[in-house]
């Protein structure tokens, strides 16, 4: 074979390879490293800045010359991005309201394209200053005539590309901004990526966008209003509708960890764009359009209307320096965080006591550490919230340090004597010592009656965030917890899949969330008898608290009986799916989580031969009792229950030699643990818990910790006896 062909057939490889490698996936990386600076993100800085900003030019040359005649410095738009507490800015020129005029020169004709660099000089200074700049690309030709002026160039195009191509249809358009994609890439490395205004027939066709990741791995590709799987991130634009308004997150129906933003206009009414109006800024619905989406990890994408020369109309300006200094003393609160009360964890957020509304901010560095957001004040001094099973150790007002009484009973944490809220925002910082009173779900098995393919119940219990079990929507559904053994229960914890909107904004979106629900229990997972609690559970967003009467048992199951979505939204209707579902055995914080009885050895009787010692460190009480070597050598108890009931027990003891020293665990005569293992402690200053289950007759019972081998039992301590 010549040298010739053998080149031809590598040069024909290697294109089939390329063009394999171009069709990717069409799923992007749900999480990856070129995320990171929007995933670390509160929020950005929408410009919508063009060659039709107010007053509108028809001629490139003279809006440019304006542009820089006027003063125009990316430097202003980076300083006013910081006043906001921004992390990136959104530059949309190329609009297809706004002339698709091109701030960058550029060597491909079509539309207007600016000598000076304008992309560049903001990409540097936002750069000099921490901050990444994204740049929007719009698919959409309709508007080439807007305002009776044809903006877009056909014929020099044609003339470039060497055929006719119309850039008023889609396909034509598609090609055009398919060629600046790609002259962006090549001269702009430190840009952040691109801003996509729905998708285009042609940049699909073409693999657009898996030749983005490809050709820069450090972009990120977003998309407005709808949720393709390749891109990074969803834009929700200007939702309304909510109560309260500035409540953005009820009408986002995207689950985390997928990226989310918002984005919305800073003066709520005009235009996106400067129209030559100065509408005011409404400070409680933009600053609690921000803190609630900071609320549910929802980037918020704030929209002002730059002027010409760039600089933001009055209103726009004072509202950026107000911000400036209102959100300083608090940025703990905002930045650094994630949503409380979802996948992350953290106290519950929503509607609280007394008309009182907000969200809750959990540290992403530290669990223990979170924020509570009070948007709207309760009518009275009190505040009242679900604990999601955190120990609350401290509380204070995060802007004036001063320490806040608290206390926890039942599920909730209550907060009293305030007053002097904020006008907007009332922030308290809350520290913890973990959670308590929950059943690891490690330790139990879920099953449900309907599941999904790929989606079975053990999704609900696997501590993942990227994992849910979907009902495959089957009405009534249950989902069935086997604790392994008789267990106390309290409570049922639910984290729904946050992938829809918690309203009825129309008849085809609506909320997929739980309505009407039953709980049962059983001892064998066989006969459930009629439900412990019947009821129903509001559509709202973050996690979902069934309450039932305390009771041991093994098996607990959640039955739902219908959803919110109508059959009008048939994506949605009977639609269910939980991301974690969990078994509350008691609740958190002194006072409401029941403490254990504890029955001191040297209170009990013991064989013969026995000793009550105390020549070891780490006992309770006043001793322990050291029985002597021997079969049969004993500790007994007596121990009252107030009913008939199976209760978890704990037996201290501590065995300093190699070999462990079994017993048995006999309960009112009769053996419930045969030789049972006491395995050997290292030394007789170390304590272990044996824990196990026993049967309780109500009134008196006697509870024997009998030694089965001639060493005798290990050093006994006490017996705790659950309530």
């Given at each position: 074979?010549?040298?010739?062909?053998?080149?031809?057939?590598?040069?024909?490889?290697?294109?089939?390879?390329?063009?394999?490698?171009?069709?990717?996936?069409?799923?992007?990386?749900?999480?990856?490293?070129?995320?990171?600076?929007?995933?670390?993100?509160?929020?950005?800085?929408?410009?919508?800045?063009?060659?039709?900003?107010?007053?509108?030019?028809?001629?490139?040359?003279?809006?440019?010359?304006?542009?820089?005649?006027?003063?125009?410095?990316?430097?202003?738009?980076?300083?006013?991005?910081?006043?906001?507490?921004?992390?990136?800015?959104?530059?949309?020129?190329?609009?297809?309201?706004?002339?698709?005029?091109?701030?960058?020169?550029?060597?491909?004709?079509?539309?207007?394209?600016?000598?000076?660099?304008?992309?560049?000089?903001?990409?540097?200074?936002?750069?000099?200053?921490?901050?990444?700049?994204?740049?929007?690309?719009?698919?959409?030709?309709?508007?080439?005539?807007?305002?009776?002026?044809?903006?877009?160039?056909?014929?020099?195009?044609?003339?470039?590309?060497?055929?006719?191509?119309?850039?008023?249809?889609?396909?034509?358009?598609?090609?055009?901004?398919?060629?600046?994609?790609?002259?962006?890439?090549?001269?702009?490395?430190?840009?952040?990526?691109?801003?996509?205004?729905?998708?285009?027939?042609?940049?699909?066709?073409?693999?657009?966008?898996?030749?983005?990741?490809?050709?820069?791995?450090?972009?990120?590709?977003?998309?407005?209003?709808?949720?393709?799987?390749?891109?990074?991130?969803?834009?929700?634009?200007?939702?309304?509708?909510?109560?309260?308004?500035?409540?953005?997150?009820?009408?986002?129906?995207?689950?985390?960890?997928?990226?989310?933003?918002?984005?919305?206009?800073?003066?709520?009414?005009?235009?996106?764009?400067?129209?030559?109006?100065?509408?005011?800024?409404?400070?409680?619905?933009?600053?609690g359009r921000l803190i609630t989406n900071a609320g549910s990890s929802v980037k918020a994408l704030m929209a002002e209307t730059a002027q010409?020369?760039?600089?933001?109309?009055?209103?726009?300006?004072?509202?950026?320096?107000?911000?400036?200094?209102?959100?300083?003393?608090?940025?703990?609160?905002?930045?650094?965080?994630?949503?409380?009360?979802?996948?992350?964890?953290?106290?519950?957020?929503?509607?609280?006591?007394?008309?009182?509304?907000?969200?809750?901010?959990?540290?992403?560095?530290?669990?223990?550490?979170?924020?509570?957001?009070?948007?709207?004040?309760?009518?009275?001094?009190?505040?009242?919230?679900?604990?999601?099973?955190?120990?609350?150790?401290?509380?204070?007002?995060?802007?004036?340090?001063?320490?806040?009484?608290?206390?926890?009973?039942?599920?909730?944490?209550?907060?009293?004597?305030?007053?002097?809220?904020?006008?907007?925002?009332?922030?308290?910082?809350?520290?913890?010592?973990?959670?308590?009173?929950?059943?690891?779900?490690?330790s139990y098995t879920m099953s449900a009656s309907a599941s999904a393919s790929g989606h079975a119940a053990s999704a609900a219990a696997d501590?993942?965030?990227?994992?849910?079990?979907?009902?495959?929507?089957?009405?009534?559904?249950?989902?069935?917890?086997?604790?392994?053994?008789?267990?106390?229960?309290?409570?049922?914890?639910?984290?729904?899949?946050?992938?829809?909107?918690?309203?009825?904004?129309?008849?085809?979106?609506?909320?997929?969330?739980?309505?009407?629900?039953?709980?049962?229990?059983?001892?064998?997972?066989?006969?459930?008898?009629?439900?412990?609690?019947?009821?129903?559970?509001?559509?709202?967003?973050?996690?979902?608290?069934?309450?039932?009467?305390?009771?041991?048992?093994?098996?607990?199951?959640?039955?739902?009986?219908?959803?919110?979505?109508?059959?009008?939204?048939?994506?949605?209707?009977?639609?269910?799916?939980?991301?974690?579902?969990?078994?509350?055995?008691?609740?958190?914080?002194?006072?409401?989580?029941?403490?254990?009885?504890?029955?001191?050895?040297?209170?009990?009787?013991?064989?013969?031969?026995?000793?009550?010692?105390?020549?070891?460190?780490?006992?309770?009480?006043?001793?322990?009792?050291?029985?002597?070597?021997?079969?049969?050598?004993?500790?007994?108890?007596?121990?009252?229950?107030?009913?008939?009931?199976?209760?978890?027990?704990?037996?201290?003891?501590?065995?300093?030699?190699?070999?462990?020293?079994?017993?048995?665990?006999?309960?009112?005569?009769?053996?419930?643990?045969?030789?049972?293992?006491?395995?050997?402690?290292?030394?007789?200053?170390?304590?272990?818990?044996?824990?196990?289950?026993?049967?309780?007759?109500?009134?008196?019972?006697?509870?024997?910790?009998?030694?089965?081998?001639?060493?005798?039992?290990?050093?006994?301590?006490?017996?705790?006896?659950?309530?």
């Amino acid at each position: 074979m010549s040298r010739r062909v053998i080149t031809r057939l590598l040069l024909i490889v290697s294109l089939l390879l390329g063009a394999l490698t171009l069709q990717a996936p069409a799923r992007a990386d749900l999480q990856n490293p070129r995320q990171d600076f929007l995933r670390s993100s509160t929020a950005g800085l929408f410009l919508h800045w063009g060659e039709r900003t107010s007053p509108a030019h028809t001629s490139c040359s003279g809006w440019e010359s304006d542009v820089t005649n006027g003063g125009w410095s990316a430097d202003y738009w980076v300083q006013e991005a910081q006043k906001l507490h921004t992390q990136y800015l959104v530059l949309a020129t190329f609009h297809s309201r706004l002339g698709y005029a091109r701030p960058w020169p550029s060597s491909i004709p079509g539309s207007c394209s600016t000598k000076r660099d304008i992309l560049g000089e903001t990409i540097a200074a936002a750069k000099a200053k921490g901050l990444k700049v994204i740049l929007y690309m719009t698919d959409d030709p309709q508007w080439h005539d807007d305002g009776g002026h044809e903006w877009l160039d056909s014929a020099a195009y044609s003339s470039y590309k060497g055929s006719n191509i119309d850039l008023t249809t889609r396909d034509g358009f598609g090609q055009f901004s398919y060629d600046n994609f790609f002259e962006v890439m090549d001269r702009y490395p430190d840009l952040g990526g691109f801003w996509i205004d729905n998708d285009n027939a042609y940049w699909e066709s073409h693999n657009l966008y898996s030749q983005i990741y490809q050709k820069r791995p450090s972009y990120t590709i977003s998309n407005n209003n709808e949720d393709t799987p390749i891109m990074d991130m969803i834009s929700n634009e200007q939702k309304t509708g909510m109560a309260p308004s500035y409540d953005y997150p009820q009408a986002v129906y995207t689950a985390q960890p997928r990226l989310t933003e918002a984005d919305f206009k800073l003066p709520s009414s005009g235009a996106w764009w400067y129209d030559g109006t100065n509408p005011t800024v409404d400070k409680r619905l933009t600053l609690g359009r921000l803190i609630t989406n900071a609320g549910s990890s929802v980037k918020a994408l704030m929209a002002e209307t730059a002027q010409v020369n760039g600089t933001f109309p009055s209103n726009q300006t004072s509202f950026n320096d107000f911000a400036n200094s209102y959100l300083y003393p608090i940025w703990e609160s905002l930045h650094g965080v994630e949503g409380g009360g979802y996948m992350y964890g953290g106290l519950k957020p929503g509607f609280w006591n007394d008309g009182a509304h907000g969200v809750t901010t959990i540290s992403k560095t530290n669990p223990d550490l979170q924020y509570i957001h009070v948007l709207t004040a309760p009518t009275t001094s009190t505040l009242k919230l679900r604990d999601n099973g955190y120990k609350v150790t401290g509380i204070s007002n995060l802007r004036t340090g001063a320490a806040v009484s608290f206390s926890q009973s039942g599920g909730t944490l209550t907060l009293t004597g305030l007053g002097s809220w904020d006008s907007y925002d009332t922030v308290f910082k809350v520290t913890t010592n973990g959670r308590e009173g929950i059943i690891p779900a490690s330790s139990y098995t879920m099953s449900a009656s309907a599941s999904a393919s790929g989606h079975a119940a053990s999704a609900a219990a696997d501590s993942s965030c990227l994992t849910y079990w979907d009902s495959d929507k089957t009405l009534p559904v249950s989902l069935r917890f086997d604790l392994g053994s008789s267990q106390r229960v309290q409570y049922l914890g639910i984290n729904q899949r946050e992938d829809s909107v918690s309203y009825a904004r129309s008849d085809t979106e609506q909320s997929a969330r739980i309505k009407g629900y039953n709980v049962y229990v059983s001892s064998d997972g066989t006969n459930w008898g009629s439900p412990v609690k019947t009821g129903t559970l509001p559509s709202t967003r973050g996690i979902a608290v069934i309450d039932i009467p305390a009771t041991t048992t093994r098996h607990v199951r959640l039955e739902v009986t219908s959803t919110y979505a109508a059959s009008t939204d048939t994506t949605r209707y009977k639609r269910l799916r939980i991301d974690e579902a969990w078994i509350g055995s008691a609740y958190a914080g002194s006072g409401s989580t029941p403490q254990p009885t504890r029955y001191e050895a040297e209170n009990g009787t013991y064989s013969v031969g026995s000793t009550l010692d105390s020549n070891h460190t780490g006992f309770s009480g006043t001793g322990f009792v050291n029985t002597e070597n021997a079969v049969g050598g004993y500790v007994q108890w007596s121990v009252n229950s107030a009913t008939a009931r199976t209760a978890t027990v704990s037996i201290r003891y501590s065995s300093g030699t190699t070999a462990g020293r079994p017993a048995d665990v006999i309960v009112n005569g009769t053996t419930v643990s045969a030789a049972r293992a006491f395995n050997s402690t290292g030394t007789w200053d170390a304590w272990a818990d044996s824990t196990l289950s026993i049967p309780l007759n109500a009134g008196a019972n006697t509870v024997r910790v009998s030694a089965t081998t001639a060493n005798g039992d290990p050093n006994l301590d006490y017996l705790d006896v659950e309530p």
